[in-house]
């Protein structure tokens, strides 16, 4: 004890450092979960979260007795699930081929450009992809056009809308997730090349045999965090660009609470489906952090 508080005199200003974010995560993260309780209740406004009536878990039976539950899961996993394949492979892909380049300057700009929209926020996105995909006035449309191809409503079509907002989501997180293929590649033991070449290795066959090797810590490293993700398959994309026509295909576990709880002011059945998410988040994020700590050695604490 004596030493744990010479240590806090001595290391004081690191330890005020860490106050303000203390203090944000106490008022967004922790004081929030009291809401946690309406979960169980029959949640009235006026009566508030400690007046309104308990029912226990009727809310979730009701959840499990949703005629379109099972639909909305299917959305949710399949773009999710979707959406960690094409974070993996066009990163990778793009980073062995940046690799390969060997302008600086050249690597540099296209870095630079491909970063560049995962600063952007969705809703300056989604206006992007609006007037891109327009049936009526939109450019790839009009390029389509040219080829003989009838107007796309790709926002309004079920069959499209789950590939665009997979499309989408590589096109705006690629650049960052390039940048740390790109990290894992400078770990590779240059000699390795040499050796591969005096054998008369190909790039290709450099390229599977001892790049592809070389970046498979890192590729399961970031593979296993994603599995914590399966149940979130990006709720701020998503809702700046469905519209009701596309709800069979588009409606996900985080839209359809939005919808309950703010739109329907369902808000104790709105809470035990957000809770039910995240109790199952949890377990796929503490396994997959089990996973990675025993596949790649990675590890928080």
Request: charged fraction near 10%; hydrophobic fraction near 50%.
């Amino acid at each position: 004890m004596r030493g744990l508080t010479r240590m806090f005199k001595k290391e004081w200003p690191l330890h005020m450092m860490l106050l303000p974010g203390l203090i944000l995560v106490l008022i967004f993260s922790y004081i929030p979960m009291v809401g946690i309780m309406m979960a169980f209740q029959k949640y009235i406004p006026n009566k508030g979260l400690f007046g309104s009536p308990f029912i226990g878990l009727k809310n979730f039976r009701l959840l499990m007795e949703y005629p379109d539950i099972g639909r909305i899961f299917f959305n949710t996993i399949f773009i999710a699930v979707m959406k960690i394949i094409a974070g993996l492979v066009v990163p990778i892909s793009i980073a062995i081929l940046l690799n390969e380049l060997r302008r600086e300057w050249v690597k540099r700009t296209f870095q630079t450009l491909v970063y560049l929209p995962h600063f952007l926020s969705w809703v300056l996105l989604s206006g992007i992809l609006i007037d891109v995909l327009s049936p009526s006035s939109g450019i790839l449309n009009q390029v389509l056009g040219l080829f003989g191809v009838k107007p796309i409503f790709f926002l309004g079509s079920n069959s499209w809308f789950p590939y665009v907002m997979v499309l989408s989501d590589v096109w705006k997180e690629f650049g960052f997730g390039t940048i740390v293929y790109l990290a894992a590649l400078t770990n590779i033991n240059p000699s390795l090349y040499e050796a591969a070449q005096i054998d008369g290795a190909g790039r290709i066959k450099q390229t599977f045999y001892i790049t592809l090797p070389g970046m498979l810590p890192i590729i399961v490293l970031m593979l296993t965090l994603s599995i914590g993700n399966v149940l979130n398959a990006g709720f701020d994309q998503i809702f700046n660009l469905y519209s009701p026509p596309v709800y069979e295909s588009a409606d996900i576990i985080d839209t359809f609470v939005y919808r309950m709880g703010i739109q329907q002011a369902q808000f104790g059945f709105a809470t035990a489906v957000g809770l039910l998410k995240s109790i199952v988040s949890f377990i796929l994020i503490t396994c997959s952090y089990v996973l990675a700590y025993r596949v790649a050695n990675y590890r928080i604490f």
